[in-house]
Nanobody
Framework: VQLQASGGGSVQAGGSLTLSCAAT????????MGWFRQTPGKEREVVAV????????FYNDSMEGRFTISRGSAKNTVYLQMNNLKPEDTAVYYC?????????????????WGQGTQVTVST
């Protein structure tokens, strides 16, 4: 299984970015995909995850209302729309995936990780 993420970059506070991720290689019958992020010195934290079959979602409380995770029209594709970005959103964002329908908010629940994409929000 490979996860290919794209869409990171630099933006000023209050701006928006959209991340995308596509999973290939897996015989997924049911899959959860989403995003974690990490800043230096901190553990990776969940941003948002979605069950691609059912559409159920989980958001980190600090991001809900600003970030929206959605399913793409292509199979096993997910998007993260990030609005009203803040400097504290600066991090490396990782696409993740797991088989099954259970949504986990723990990084240990996801065996598949993308390469990470940098998001930098300046003041």
């Amino acid at each position: 299984v490979q996860l290919q993420a794209s869409g990171g970059g630099s933006v000023q506070a209050g701006g928006s970015l959209t991340l995308s991720c596509a999973a290939t290689g897996g015989p997924f019958s049911s899959v959860v995909m989403g995003w974690f992020r990490q800043t230096p010195g901190k553990e990776r934290e969940v941003v948002a995850v979605i069950n691609l079959n059912e559409g159920s979602t989980f958001y980190n409380d600090s991001m809900e209302g600003r970030f929206t995770i959605s399913r793409g029209s292509a199979k096993n594709t997910v998007y993260l729309q990030m609005n009203n970005l803040k400097p504290e959103d600066t991090a490396v964002y990782y696409c993740v995936a797991k088989e099954g329908r259970y949504i986990s908010d723990s990084r240990f629940g996801y065996p598949y990780w993308g390469q990470g994409t940098q998001v930098t929000v300046s003041t």
